[in-house]
């Protein structure tokens, strides 16, 4: 069999497709990404908040222990290889919603699994006094944050990317010894297009529950420690200490990218019930999250087309949880491990495999 110009063609230049990309290419794989270059995505307007005690029910996140050390590790490489600086340890302070939560985590507070990812000290020492309303009570987390923008431009340069929007009806045929894709040939082509993976005919199977979420970007009036701030929202740091990102909310009906105005007031209007320190927008957007099954992804190959994988489905967890995923299916790609069950994508494909 001749060899094909491509090991791999990455359709999507996210934050699924360059985790993946990068996890290939490590592993001495020749990879093309295929991207629109949209300017406003899912990936880039996120805020790459990485929090181990998330959610109204105040839980561990989803094997944090393992995603977390691994996402850092992963990041930090590729601060190495770059020069460029865009993973950094953050505290996270959680302020509570209500008395129910409070006491929520008053039974929580002092189980080892918890207390291992929390900060010596009270919520208030980390904030400027008069800031917030700490009257509720609250914690502090050992976090992290991506600043994810700035590392899908860092990896950009690591990898050989090329403006395309694919038509997959017209532009992927398969053949037995190789797929082609836009011209190109390669053994595998991988659908990481987000969202957009909603249109894709041959996944037309998968069950997104996709949300939009807008994300306000505030100056405040004075610097503010470089701490995320959760409370029914989320307030996030920049490498600016006077700005600040602001969200998110959830629309299940309106899956656009048009910033809504209604939602940038409920999220002031949240934000100013608890914190005080005065501010002004300086810029407001909106993208659809690729929400398929809470955050966690699914990865895996078309069940008609063995040359066509999937990875797909982050959701707001992508900083942390995408290394790991990319991992897991690069070994996949190259080593021919099998597609762990539970994040098989073909799970959902019984009956109805599309093209």
Excluded at 228 to 235: A, D, T, V
Aim: proline letters at 6%; aromatic letters at 10%.
């Amino acid at each position: 069999m001749a060899k094909t110009p491509w090991d791999v063609i990455i359709v999507g230049q996210g934050l699924a497709g360059t985790t993946l990309g990068l996890h290939l290419q490590a592993a001495g794989q020749k990879v093309l990404l295929l991207d629109p270059g949209r300017a406003v995505s899912a990936s880039r307007i996120a805020a790459g908040l990485m929090t181990p005690i998330t959610g109204q029910r105040l839980t561990v996140s989803w094997r944090v222990d393992e995603f977390l050390p691994y996402a850092r590790a992963f990041y930090s490489g590729v601060e190495q290889q770059t020069g460029r600086s865009f993973y950094h340890e953050r505290t996270a302070l959680r302020l509570f919603t209500s008395i129910a939560e409070r006491e929520v985590w008053q039974k929580r507070s002092g189980d080892p699994q918890f207390r291992a990812h929390l900060e010596e000290g009270p919520v208030e020492q980390f904030l400027p006094a008069g800031a917030a309303d700490t009257s509720g009570g609250g914690f502090a987390m050992k976090a992290a944050q991506l600043d994810v923008a700035a590392f899908l431009d860092a990896a950009a340069a690591l990898l050989t990317i090329e403006p395309v929007t694919l038509d997959w009806a017209n532009d992927v045929s398969f053949g037995k010894a190789a797929v082609s894709v836009a011209g190109h040939s390669a053994r595998y082509v991988i659908s990481c297009e987000g969202y957009s993976a909603a249109q894709n005919p041959y996944f037309a199977f998968v069950p997104f529950n996709a949300a939009k979420g807008d994300i306000l970007t505030l100056r405040f009036e004075a610097p503010l420690p470089a701490h995320s701030l959760h409370r029914g929202i989320w307030l996030a740091p920049s490498a600016d200490p006077q700005v600040f990102r602001l969200g998110a909310s959830y629309d299940w009906a309106n899956l656009d990218d048009v910033p809504n105005p209604e939602a940038q007031a409920v999220l002031e209007e949240k934000l100013k019930a608890f914190f005080h320190v005065p501010y002004r927008v300086v810029d407001h957007n909106a993208a659809v999250r690729p929400i398929i099954r809470e955050s966690k992804a699914l990865i895996g190959f078309h069940p008609k087309h063995r040359r066509l994988g999937f990875f797909n489905g982050l959701g707001s967890k992508g900083s942390l949880h995408g290394p790991w995923f990319a991992k897991q299916f690069s070994n996949c790609l190259v080593a021919g491990s099998a597609v762990p069950a539970e994040f098989d994508v073909q799970q959902y494909a019984v009956g109805k495999a599309g093209v």
